[in-house]
């Protein structure tokens, strides 16, 4: 069964730093696209990040570029986000998601950051 | 990267139909076919409902149909029941970055 878990999310202070991961089963995650998506509370969906299969070319959200990190461990068959200098407006539930298709074909649960003082 | 318009809600009786909008413009739904459409329920995770403007991944009933017109996209649920009640979402892409809608809460009345 193809399956994503995701796990990291806490509460942290402005200027913070967490870590997610998003660990995949029945498949790859160096073998297709994958992304990080988030949902602010009672707020749409919007895309963050993602990072190609192969060479594993990375590309973000005007709105966290510069400050959060896609990579993944193909040991560990693994997606991770490093997410730095947090805002209060970085509190979300962020997903990890499979692109096919030309779109998200699988997700995980969510985690939830929460980023407050 | 702005996000493509939905209205905030739509609604029908249990076995007709509701269409729901997605707009953009020609440089992200007007510029390719890759126009898809996520159904979320309260606390879930989004579900792949449509991908490439009017394509059913497997396990999702036909009665959701997806098309396109210029600068905007469309989902249409045909005999609604309530388990169609939830929020929905499209999304295309603006180069090669993914944007979603704005989402419409379809209410089965």
Redo the contacts between chains.
């Keep these: 069964e193809v399956q994503l878990v995701e796990s990291g999310g806490g509460l942290v202070q402005p200027g913070g730093s967490l870590r997610l991961s998003c660990a995949a089963s029945g498949f790859t995650v160096s073998s297709d696209y994958m ?1 990080w ?1 988030r949902q602010a509370p009672g707020k ?4 963050v990040s ?1 990072i190609h299969n192969g060479g594993g070319n990375t ?1 973000y ?2 709105s966290v570029k510069g400050r959060f990190t896609i990579s993944r461990d193909n040991s560990k068959n693994t997606l991770y986000l490093q997410m730095n200098s947090l805002r209060v407006e970085d509190t979300a539930v962020y ?1 990890c998601a499979r692109m096919a ?10 985690t939830m950051g929460i980023v407050s003082s | ?1 702005s ?1 493509l318009t939905q209205p905030p809600s739509a609604s029908g009786s249990p076995g007709q139909s509701v269409t729901i909008s997605c707009t953009g413009t020609s440089s992200d739904v007007g510029a390719n ?2 126009v ?1 459409w ?1 159904q ?1 329920h309260p606390g879930k ?4 409902m449509i ?2 403007v009017n ?1 059913r ?1 497997s396990g999702v009933p036909d009665r959701f149909s997806g098309s396109k017109s210029g600068n905007t996209a469309s989902l249409t649920v045909s005999g609604l029941q309530a388990e169609d009640e939830a929020d929905y ?1 499209c ?1 295309s ?1 603006a180069g ?8 419409t809460k379809v209410t089965v009345l």
């Design positions: 992304s998506v749409g969906l919007e895309w993602v590309f959200a005007d997903y298709r030309g779109g998200f074909d699988v997700w995980g649960q969510g | 990267q996000a076919n890759y898809s996520y979320q995770a989004p579900k792949f991908y490439e394509k991944p979402y999304c892409y090669f970055k993914p944007v979603f809608g704005t989402g």
